[in-house]
């Protein structure tokens, strides 16, 4: 099968989501295209008082269940045609609905008067659509076939070849033997489709380079992100080892290989043990953080989400604790469905989401963490009656980088990285994330807000 697809949009998802709604748009028009010669059809007084012979309406009628019809083949297999480029395809669906359209139109247009039709212009729509969707040498081509199958009619009834069907009460005589006419009909034809073509086709290799373009621009972006990410981690991973190599002679000296330790200076290191162990799991989780911007995918196993909601809970408490924000947990799950995915990746989304509602609270604030379900899903309601988020800030909330308005006003420390790197993580699940402000907590003074995040259950394979 041919290829009429450009190398740069083969895996473009965007491109074949354009094609396939620009398909939509001759399917609409056909429906209309229906009803209008339904019209002319049943009611010709109508269009200004026009008489068809039996022919011209059996004719007509004919074409129009044509056109019903296949249409609504089309109609099914635009929602079925695969977006590959080595197979039928939505720009292959194009050529043919276009063919289609073509033939009908020339019958309609030679059953209505040909040179004298009032339809005639009609090429010029489906020459502007097919411009916008088309490779340029098959819409030339197509231009090409209009014009001389148009020519091939006119010619065959000025010399008689062919019946000349005229519609009564459109125009006071038959032109279709005038030679000036037919002359000029045909060369103003063919002058407007080309000129048509030419400057839509034009337009459109426009558009479909500045997509290129951007095609270009994003994966050099993409390809400059990996390299940082791989940077980073490089960096990171050097960072670990003098790390790791410290929690290791805390260890020597606290199981007292070295002799003896002093009540206090024991104590004193026990601390620094815990410290160092947790910057060692925050290097493992940048680690981990950047692995999942550099792969596609995530590990995945069998997961308790009570087990881990609880794990963050905990962790947060140190932070409630010393802004006196209190934790709620409010279990509403009636079964304990399992999850599926990687427990560290979730506990960072969690452990973010918490932390976020304490950070961005009051002294003596409130953060309520429901864990719910519905028949699919595992659902976590994290919400608190804090500052809030600006409500039209709150679409520009996940961007890397990003923080409230109000947030900067106060002065709180923070990257505007942390919601960024939860919904990728929730996405990566397969789940959704929702963020509300004002919350269900909300006061006159704090409005609060409300991130809901929801992950799929766990499917039992057989």
Known sequence: MYNLVPAWAKHYEEFWLTIRRRNLWFIKLRYGAVAMLLLLILYPKYFLGIRLSDTQNTALLLITLSILIYNLLFHYLRRHVKFDANSFNPLHLSVLQMVFDLIALMLVVYFTGSAESPILLFFVIHMIVGSLIL?????YAFAGLIILSFWGITVGEYYSIINHHYIEGYLPIQLHKNFNYVLAINVSMAFLVFIIVLIANR?????????????????????????????????????????????????????????????????????????SEEAIELI????????????????????????????????????????????SLINKRKQKHKIEGDPLLIQIALSNVINNAIKYNNMDGLVEITIDEDENNLIIIVCDNGIGIPPSEIEKIYNDF????????????????????????????????DIKSPSYLSTTQYPGTCVKITLPFLTKKS
């Open 203 to 275: 337009m459109a290799n426009q558009l479909y380079r500045r997509e290129q373009q951007l095609v270009e621009s994003i994966e050099k972006i993409n390809s400059a992100e990996k390299e940082k990410q791989k940077y980073i981690s490089g960096i990171v991973h050097e960072i670990k080892s003098p790390l790791a190599a410290v929690h290791s002679y805390l260890d020597l000296v606290l199981q007292k290989f070295l002799g003896p330790l002093d009540e206090v200076v024991e104590e004193k290191l026990v601390r620094a043990r815990r410290r």
């Open 402 to 433: 990003f923080r409230a308005s109000n947030v900067k006003k106060m002065g709180i420390e923070g990257s505007g990285l942390g919601l960024s790197v939860v919904k990728q993580i929730v996405e990566r699940h397969n789940g959704t994330i």
């Open 284 to 327: 493992n989780n940048v680690l981990k953080i950047s692995k999942l911007k550099l792969e596609d995918s995530v590990i995945k196993e069998e997961v308790d989400p009570a087990a881990i909601l609880a794990r963050a809970i905990k962790l947060a408490k140190v932070n409630a604790d010393a802004k006196c924000v209190r934790l």
């Open 135 to 139: 490779p340029g040498f098959v819409i």
